[in-house]
């Protein structure tokens, strides 16, 4: 291995040098061109860095941007369509950390790919400036990144003088009872989330990502705000408005007595990608509707 501090030979710096020189022609852009990507959040991301041209392949799940519905569906996580994936041939594909056997069949094939770990709300920026890095848009990721960055700070700066309501932030559960709900804990994006937007999570003590509530809990921890995520393609307002009945048999707890339960609809909340300003925005004006919230229109209600 070269040592570090080894100067580097005059004919191989030249070439570098020469290398480094040659513009890009007009109308080409760096790094791989036929990019498949098994991870929404990763979609969105190149899309809002203006690279969306050269996905060839999407998940099933992707819906956001609309421009998605024009390239080739490859299957999920648990399912990707490894045939279709390399019939693209891409010369990049996404995929997650999770996914060895997909990573194994690439390396075979000689494809290149980035594998994608998500954990909490800073890991969202990191990945931003990592995949522009990774497909030659660097400036781009890093402008995306940083506003991002500066909009969160905004909406924390704006909700910092008001007390922090104790919130239960559920993203799943049967829609006709208080069965089977699952909700965020004290670890992961959708925990920072909440704590960015002016809550205290009523498990934050729990470190993980999500856990299953039951009512005995839900009573016992006596959440002052209640807010219900509702995503996919199960959000007709009539339908929610009706499934959202179903909190009242808790009438003891602070938040159904006092009339703060919510539902907030949009794949904004779950997809951890450059619309999770958007999310935590709508959640702070949700928690503090007397706040002026940043990047968002003055009034009352929330």
């Known amino acids: 291995m070269r040592d570090r501090a080894e ?3 005059r004919l191989l710096l030249a070439a570098l040098l ?3 020189s040659v513009p890009i022609a007009p109308g080409h852009a760096a790094g791989p061109q036929r990019i498949v990507s098994l991870i929404p959040s ?15 392949g999407v998940t099933s799940f992707d819906r956001y941007p609309p421009e998605v519905s024009g390239i080739a569906r490859v299957g999920a996580l648990l399912d990707p369509d490894t ?4 019939g693209l041939k891409p010369d990049l594909v996404v995929v997650y950390s999770t996914q060895i056997e997909l990573k194994q ?15 909490g709300l800073a890991d969202i920026t990191t990945t931003i400036r990592a995949i522009g890095t990774r497909i030659g848009s660097g400036p781009r990721g890093e402008q995306l990144a940083g506003d991002i960055e500066r909009r969160i700070a905004a909406v924390r700066a704006s909700v910092s003088r008001f007390a922090r309501p104790r919130t239960l932030l559920v993203f799943e559960r049967d829609p006709s009872s208080l069965r ?14 909440l704590e960015a937007a002016g809550a205290a999570d009523i498990f934050a003590d729990v470190k993980r990502q999500s856990l299953q509530a039951g009512t005995e809990l839900i009573l016992a921890r006596k959440p002052d705000v209640i807010i219900e995520l509702r995503y ?13 009945q179903a909190w009242n048999a808790l009438a003891s707890v602070p938040a ?4 703060r339960v919510y539902a907030l609809v949009g794949d904004e909340f779950v997809t951890p990608g450059p619309r999770v300003i958007d999310a935590i925005q709508r959640l702070a004006r949700t928690l503090h509707p007397e706040a002026a919230i940043a990047g968002l229109p003055n009034r009352t209600n929330p």
């Open 256 to 259: 159904v007595r006092n009339g």
């Open 42 to 56: 990763v979609t969105e991301m190149i899309f809002a860095m203006g690279d969306g041209g050269r996905l060839v």
């Open 232 to 244: 996919g393609d199960d959000v007709r307002a009539d339908a929610i408005q009706g499934q959202m």
């Open 180 to 193: 089977d709900i699952y909700a965020s804990a004290g670890y992961g994006f959708m925990h920072d989330m």
């Open 7 to 9: 100067p580097v030979p």
């Open 105 to 119: 069949r690439l390396a075979r094939a000689k494809i290149p790919y980035y594998s994608y770990e998500h954990r």
């Open 83 to 86: 045939e279709r994936i390399l």
């Open 18 to 20: 020469l290398m480094w």
